[in-house]
């Protein structure tokens, strides 16, 4: 290798983001994904000798893979730039593990909250505070297509001020034995993107929740399939919002579809669509931006000047900017907990 080919490789070597994996549900993606070295991998969750680590027997070979995270953060090649946490379907997030990496001043990205109690995110909050690092989230909702065309358009001024946000999901239900480690599934689970998106693209700081969660006749098991909530918020809007996960009938995907009503109009997403009404009854489909890859837009966003990770105008959030939606979830929890002993009650 030349002098000059050499200076070129370590130059590229310094670009990479270091990253160490906890769990293995997301060393396929982080391994696929261009910018990025992965320096260790710890099986935070005991996934090694699951039927799940066999879908990726061509790539575990390929990185040390650590049992403990503080083996991981001691003889690593390479101090990572980010640590990467990823919780199975199933399991929490063990908040130890988290606490660990942000206290070693390295920067957080747990792909998707699924937090055992409010307690648990708060002490997230306050490591974070406490440390040199910064917690993100991985919410991939929010760099949809649908999404970045909606963002786009409330942008330009389509529909003036938002007022009114009906937004349904409607979905059948398998049912699997990880669907049971939750009490209320719809507001748990779907609830946490479907009002990231909301948060996204209108904010979401609600003043008053009525919370309702049930499951149906016709579904084994305890936890809660189907959801709605109904909400007021600082930005002024009313919120109707609804989850049936085990419903009949031609559902939506997994996004669901919404609609938001401005006062000079009303943006529509149904499917694949977003269509634009106009207060004089003009329609208009607009055409969809492109996708992106939410580990892409961080990597993005890490490298770039000024930087500001807090901004609701990113699809990137931190712990700190989606505090409002984890806090939506728990009072629209305690709300249903309510309406459900209220039931029991009645007998």
């Not at 606490?99 to 747990?110: C, K, N, P, S, T």
Request: charged share 25%.
């Amino acid at each position: 290798m030349t002098n000059a080919a050499a200076a070129e490789a370590e130059a590229e070597a310094d670009t990479l983001q270091k990253v160490l994996l906890l769990g293995l549900e997301g060393v396929r993606p982080w391994h696929d994904q261009a910018g990025v070295e992965i320096v260790g991998i710890v099986d935070l969750y005991r996934q090694a000798g699951e039927p799940f680590a066999e879908r990726l027997r061509d790539l575990l070979p390929l990185y040390p893979v650590f049992e403990r995270i503080e083996d991981a953060l001691a003889l690593a090649q390479a101090k990572p730039d980010l640590a990467v946490v990823t919780v199975p379907n199933g399991a929490k997030n063990t908040i130890w593990a988290e606490r660990a990496v942000m206290e070693a001043g390295i920067d957080l990205v747990i792909q998707k909250p699924r937090l055992a109690s409010l307690e648990d995110f708060e002490q997230l909050m306050q490591v974070q505070a406490s440390s040199q690092a910064t917690c993100y989230i991985g919410e991939h909702y929010r760099c949809d297509a649908r999404v970045r065309t909606v963002k786009e358009a409330l942008r330009q001024g389509r529909i003036g001020q938002v007022e009114y946000v009906y937004y349904e999901c409607r979905r059948p239900l398998i049912p699997s034995p990880w669907m049971e480690s939750y009490r209320h599934l719809a507001l748990e689970d779907l609830a946490l993107h479907h009002f990231s998106v909301l948060q996204h693209l209108i904010g979401l700081d609600v003043t008053e929740v009525y919370a309702h969660s049930s499951r149906p006749s016709w579904l084994e098991g305890e936890s809660r399939t189907m959801a709605s909530v109904l909400a007021g918020t600082r930005q002024g809007y009313k919120l109707t919002y609804s989850t049936a996960w085990g419903t009949w009938g031609e559902p939506t995907d997994y996004f669901g579809h919404f609609r938001l009503d401005g006062a000079r109009g009303t943006i529509s997403v149904e499917g694949q669509t977003v269509t634009c009404y106009s207060s004089s009854g003009v329609k208009q489909e607009l055409p969809l931006l492109e996708s992106r890859s939410w580990i892409e837009l961080l990597l993005e966003a890490r490298t770039a000047t000024p930087f500001h990770p807090d901004s609701l105008d990113t699809p990137y959030p931190t712990l700190t900017s989606f505090e409002p939606i984890i806090r939506t979830i728990y009072a629209s929890l305690t709300s249903a907990d309510v309406a459900v002993r209220r039931e029991e009650k009645r007998g």
